[in-house]
Each structure stands twice: as structure tokens, then as C-alpha cells.
Nanobody
Framework: QVSLVESGGGLVQAGDSLRLSCAASGRAFDDYTVAWFRQVSGEEREFVAAISRSGIRTYYSDSVEGRFSISRDNAENTVYLQMNSLKHEDPAVYYC?????????????????????WGHGTRVPVSS
């Protein structure tokens, strides 16, 4: 398993862009699929995006498709979430997560219980 630490959160408003980072520690980072989830207080954790270990295959929730982009730099053990054209429903705590080593299909990659390693989250609150 890998240990994950998110960073890059900050105040946003509608139309803003923000890039989140997920830094991993542990061996063989390039053997892990990595995903981003988000959670609003009082609600269930929601799938946002995922990327295969090669970085070629990506998955997005319908709510962020076309606005967010997930990428990874395996040499730096880091996964990024570029968030553009932010909407009022996007502010949340964002978490990165990793399952057991390997690649996953469309169904499993979106399930929170697929993942066994979680960061502690980075906050993306809305500014007024």
C-alpha cells in the first residue's frame, strides 16, 4: 500500500480554476491506480476522477466531465486534479485514494470501497 497526502486546496468561487496534488510515499507508485473523491459535510463521499497506473486511462464523474482533468507524474510520485470552471456544487473536501495494485474497470474504479489507502483530504471551500 501507499501513503497519500493531498494539497492545493483553497478558497474558490464560480468560474475559478485550481490544481490539487496527491503526493504518494511508498514503493512502486506506478503500480497503483489513483482516484479523487470529494465529500460535503453530511453527505456521502462522491467519486470525482481516477487514473490508471499508466496514466493513459482516465475516468470522470458526469458532474465534472469536461471541466476537471486528472493526470500523474510517476517520476514524482504525484497525481494531480486540475479543476476548471468551478461550479457552486464543487466546493468540498477532496481526497485521493489508491486501491490494491493494478488497473480497475469502470464499475470498481468508482466505488469507494475499492480503495484501501486514503489521504486526509484537502479543503476546497467556497469564498463569498
Amino acid at each position: 500500500q501507499v501513503s497519500l497526502v493531498e494539497s492545493g486546496g483553497g478558497l474558490v468561487q464560480a468560474g475559478d480554476s485550481l490544481r490539487l496534488s496527491c503526493a504518494a510515499s511508498g514503493r512502486a507508485f506506478d503500480d497503483y491506480t489513483v482516484a479523487w473523491f470529494r465529500q460535503v459535510s453530511g453527505e456521502e463521499r462522491e467519486f470525482v476522477a481516477a487514473i490508471s497506473r499508466s496514466g493513459i486511462r482516465t475516468y470522470y464523474s458526469d458532474s465534472v466531465e469536461g471541466r476537471f482533468s486528472i493526470s500523474r507524474d510517476n517520476a514524482e510520485n504525484t497525481v494531480y486534479l486540475q479543476m476548471n470552471s468551478l461550479k457552486h456544487e464543487d466546493p468540498a473536501v477532496y481526497y485521493c485514494a489508491a486501491p490494491l495494485r493494478g488497473d480497475y474497470g469502470l464499475v470498481d474504479v468508482q466505488r469507494s470501497d475499492t480503495y484501501v489507502s486514503w489521504g486526509h483530504g484537502t479543503r476546497v471551500p467556497v469564498s463569498s
